[in-house]
């Protein structure tokens, strides 16, 4: 089955504790994208990877990490949590681009406290 | 810079009624835009999307959309409505001469009554 999975799908941790939000995707996807979903914001989009070892910020990077080492591998990395990180974030792809639609994971949520 | 906005946060209607989502858009290039929906504890299913051609686009479920260039409207329109469509729905836009980036507008969440 065609998709894209994240891990893990909850999480609760505590400021400044690093952690990694795993995505992968089975499609060979080329594009791959991270968004953070907020009550009366819609999505916003943190980073996004054009292909391996290319990605570029978005429009809320700032106290995010991603790497693209691997086609199938997209992962979010927090360095040092804080409360305001607490969210419900998504990961997509697509094929390149030119119009094409996003697959989106099933979402994590995360609580920094 | 590119946009969307919604201007409904809730639409509600009864079953069986016309359902319309509203959404306009900014951008500087060609918009290739987007309409998906999200139910509860779920992700994003896509919809429909314009890129270019016809203005009225068909999509999953019954849903269509009009692009309106001069009024830089998409809005979503489905006949009849069924309780199962009340979820939040996002309307997105790239802009075509920089597609990299998709942005989405608030959302709107539908409800439809029985």
């Known amino acids: 089955e065609a998709q894209v999975t994240q891990n893990p799908r909850y999480l609760i941790t505590v400021t400044g504790k690093k952690l990694t939000v795993t995505c992968s995707q089975n499609m060979n996807h080329e594009y791959m994208s991270w968004y953070r979903q907020d009550p009366g914001l819609g999505l916003r989009q943190i980073y996004y990877?054009?292909?391996?070892?290319?990605?570029d910020k978005g429009d809320v990077p700032e106290g995010y990490k991603v790497s693209r080492k691997e086609k199938r591998n997209f992962p979010l990395i927090l360095e040092s949590p804080s409360p305001n990180q607490t969210s419900l974030y998504f990961c997509?792809?697509?094929?390149?681009?030119?119009?094409?639609?996003?697959?989106f994971g099933p979402g994590t949520r995360l609580t920094v406290l | 810079a590119q946009s969307v906005a919604q201007p409904e946060d809730q639409v509600n209607v009864a079953e069986g009624n016309p359902l319309t989502v509203k959404c306009t858009y900014s951008v500087s290039g060609n918009p290739y835009l987007f309409w998906y929906v999200q139910y509860p504890n779920r992700g994003l299913q896509f919809l429909l999307k314009?890129?270019?051609?016809?203005?009225l686009v068909k999509g999953s479920y019954g849903f269509e959309a009009e692009f309106n260039k001069s009024q830089t409207s998409f809005h979503l329109k489905k006949p009849s409505a069924l309780v199962s469509d009340s979820a939040l729905y996002f309307c997105?836009?790239?802009?075509?001469?920089?597609?990299?980036?998709?942005?989405f507008g608030a959302g709107t969440t539908v409800t439809v009554r029985a």
């Open positions: 990877s054009m292909n391996v070892e290319v990605t």
């Open positions: 997105a836009v790239k802009d075509g001469s920089n597609d990299y980036k998709l942005s």
């Open positions: 314009y890129i270019t051609g016809d203005n």
């Open positions: 997509a792809s697509s094929f390149g681009t030119s119009g094409g639609e996003q697959f």
